[in-house]
Every structure is written in structure tokens, then in C-alpha cells.
């Protein structure tokens, strides 16, 4: 069974800084692209990071790029998203997602990832 679980969702003042993780398991980790997105209150779905297999190819959204880094670690199965300069525009609900097909291009559109994470709120106070 296919589980992606995200934590470290919370609450924060603007200008703070928030780690959320997303630990997998029933995946051969290593081998799938692993990416975040998020969602708030009546907005559709926005891509937010993505790295590779290898690492060596990552993508940022428009809106998060400078101020976020994604990580990932293959000998824990987890991937990170270090949110550094937050804004009240970033309060969202963050989903991990999984892409075992493309191990070494990251695909900015959610149809291309087959395993979801339920979600972690971030939410940041102005």
C-alpha cells in the first residue's frame, strides 16, 4: 500500500520560516520524482517544487522561487520543502505527490503524479 504522509504543516508569522516533510511508504522512493504543490481557499492546484530521482533536476514555482528548497532523502523516503520568507499569500494546504514514470524530468502538472500525500496546512499570519 502507497502512502505519502506530510507533517510539519503550521502556523507562522510573515518573514518566518517553516520545514514540512513528506515521509513514503509501499514506493521505491529513490526511483520516483517527488514534488509539492498547494492549494488554498478557492484556488486551483499550483505547482511549488519538484526535484528528480537523481537530484540533480529541480523546479520552483514562480511564486516560491528564492524563498523555498526542496530536499529530498533517499535513505528515509522523505522529501522536505524548507519555506524560508514566508508570506500571507503562501497559507495553504501542501500536498506531497509521487511520480514513478518520469524519473528524470519534473512535470509542473499535477496529472502527471499518480500517489498524493492528504495534505498539511501551513498557515502564515501577516
Known amino acids: 500500500q502507497v502512502q505519502l504522509v506530510e507533517s510539519g504543516g503550521g502556523l507562522v508569522q510573515a518573514g518566518g520560516s517553516l520545514r514540512v516533510s513528506c515521509i513514503t511508504s509501499g514506493i521505491m522512493f529513490s526511483n520516483y520524482v517527488m514534488v509539492w504543490f498547494r492549494q488554498a481557499p478557492g484556488k486551483e492546484r499550483e505547482f511549488i517544487a519538484g526535484?528528480?530521482?537523481?537530484?540533480?533536476?529541480?523546479a520552483y514555482g514562480i511564486s516560491v522561487k528564492g524563498r523555498f528548497t526542496i530536499s529530498r532523502d533517499n535513505s528515509k523516503n522523505t522529501v522536505f520543502l524548507q519555506m524560508d520568507y514566508l508570506k500571507p499569500e503562501d497559507t495553504a494546504v501542501y500536498y506531497c505527490?509521487?511520480?514513478?514514470?518520469?524519473?528524470?524530468?519534473?512535470?509542473?502538472?499535477?496529472?502527471?503524479?499518480?500517489?498524493w500525500g492528504q495534505g498539511t496546512q501551513v498557515t502564515v499570519s501577516s
Open positions: 526535484m528528480n530521482r537523481n537530484g540533480d533536476s529541480i
Open positions: 505527490a509521487a511520480d514513478g514514470h518520469r524519473w528524470l524530468t519534473v512535470s509542473r502538472d499535477q496529472r502527471s503524479y499518480e500517489h
